[in-house]
């Protein structure tokens, strides 16, 4: 009797091992703005996030044992969202920068920088930050290009602007597109997706800058694997998939 009692203890005990290594695989929150092609955006047949961010950190989740969910929200709630525990990481072309490293840690994936746009047809084709004075610029709310823009306006480099905040790219990019606004201040890869595929041209870069996928603080162990997962993957064939996919022609 003893015999057996321990025998379906030892059969359960080992039931429950398997099952428990089987689980399904922990979700993964990750944040985004998806306003921004080719990294993010909205496919507009199927209501998909798209893009080289997301499909990057789809293979990188995976890749870690993650099952991950994308979290769609305006660019200037990412890094608080992360601050919060609503999220547990976020990619949207987001700079690495002191400040943000503070709040989260980053793994850079990326070489971006800042940009002016234009209208394509326009006459105005500023080459600086000081070409900017007096005119209407867009910004996207909460990011690198907005600091650059009020920096260069505290330190008198650029005077008379009016800044033109938006918590979407696209409507920015419509109202520079409407002739409402001069300029726009967006990251180099995506201006020059615009510059190449619509009616833009990129006139200047004001600023270098790395990208990064950003991670919840107090979670090493996250941090950990998905660094390792992007490392294997940059090896691999996949990375240059993905890079043929959503830069070739710009
Ligand atoms: N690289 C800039 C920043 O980090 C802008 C990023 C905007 N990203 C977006 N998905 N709209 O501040």
Redesign the pocket.
């Known amino acids: 009797m003893k015999k057996f009692l321990v025998l379906t203890l030892l059969v359960m005990v080992t039931f429950l091992i398997f099952t428990g290594c089987k689980q399904t695989p922990k979700t993964l929150k990750v944040g ?2 998806a ?2 092609p080719p ?2 955006y909205v496919d507009e047949k199927t209501g998909d996030f798209i893009g080289f961010d997301m499909d990057l950190i789809r293979l990188v989740g995976e890749k870690a044992g993650y099952e991950v969910e994308i979290v769609n929200m305006d ?1 200037d709630s990412i890094i608080p969202s992360l601050e919060k525990k609503k999220i547990d990481a976020a990619i ?4 690495i920068t002191e400040d943000r490293t503070k709040i989260a840690p980053a793994i850079p994936y990326w070489d ?1 920088g800042q940009s002016i746009i234009v209208k394509g047809d326009s006459a105005f084709k500023p080459l600086s930050l000081g070409d900017l004075s007096g005119k209407k610029v867009g910004v ?1 709310k ?4 907005e600091e650059i823009l009020d920096k260069g306006i505290e330190n008198n480099e650029a005077t008379n602007v009016d800044v033109r905040r938006y918590t979407s ?1 696209i409507l920015g990019m419509l109202d520079l597109q409407n002739g409402a606004i001069d300029a726009m201040i967006i ?1 180099t890869p995506v201006a020059n997706l615009y510059g190449t595929k619509y009616n833009y041209v990129v006139t200047t870069e004001l600023a270098p ?1 790395t ?1 990064g996928i950003f991670v919840d603080k107090d979670n090493q162990k996250l941090f950990d694997d998905l660094k390792k997962a992007l490392d294997e993957i940059k090896k691999g064939d996949e990375w240059q998939q993905l890079v043929e996919k959503y830069f070739s022609g710009s």
């Open positions: 985004t703005s306003d921004y990294f993010e660019f949207a072309c987001i700079t971006t996207q909460g990011t690198t290009g790219v990251d800058e990208a």
